[in-house]
């Protein structure tokens, strides 16, 4: 907080002192000893809408984004955002009976257009415009999703197919590698 204060010209732009200290204090009393650095990161990005500055940004650790890009597990499908429901654009994972155009509903037991909505709440913006953090998850909900709600191994998912019918799914997490793979070979 001191070196925002400091060095930070328009902190206090488009979010009061008293509102910035609340939020500051709010995290500062759910750190504890045995946190790692990335939940402490997350709990960070709570502060990028209240700041509303888009040159300021509490990024992760260059080793932990190298990793997702590398050997971390992924979410394999990508999604698009239409009338507050998520798409499956590109579907990249090893089962490839899921189809484009089917709504994801939710992933590992929450909502997906709630979890869009989180990551999207927890990325720098300019003031309280919401496109540029919308087309960043949007173009990249799998690297977002490693970003705040980790890497797990398999993914439950619950989606509606073109019937309405509703479909669930065990889908395995895979590395961006074999993502990039089956994207040149599918699509």
């Known amino acids: ?26 995290i500062e ?29 509490f990024g992760f650790a260059p080793s932990y984004i190298d990793a997702t890009q590398s050997k971390l597990l992924r979410f394999p499908f990508a999604v698009y955002l239409d009338n507050r ?10 089962n490839e009976e899921i189809q484009v155009r089917w709504k994801l509903k939710s992933i590992n037991g929450e909502k997906a257009i709630t979890l869009f909505d989180e990551f999207v ?15 960043y998850v949007g173009k990249s909900f799998s690297y977002h999703y490693a970003l705040f709600r980790g890497t797990p191994k398999i993914f439950e998912l619950v989606l509606e197919d073109e019937q309405g019918k509703d479909r669930s799914y065990t889908i395995e997490a895979l590395k961006l590698d074999t993502i990039r793979k089956y994207r040149e070979e599918r699509y």
């Open 1 to 26: 907080k001191y070196n925002l204060e400091t060095i930070h010209a328009g902190l206090y732009e488009y979010t009061s002192k008293e509102k910035l200290d609340r939020a500051f204090t709010e």
């Open 29 to 57: 009393e759910e750190l504890t000893e045995s946190m790692t650095a990335m939940d402490f990161n997350r709990k960070l990005c709570r502060l990028h809408p209240l700041i509303g500055n888009g040159h300021t940004n």
């Open 85 to 94: 429901e998520l798409y499956i654009t590109r579907n990249y994972a090893k």
């Open 121 to 135: 709440h927890l990325k720098t913006r300019d003031g309280y415009n919401l496109s540029g953090p919308e087309t």
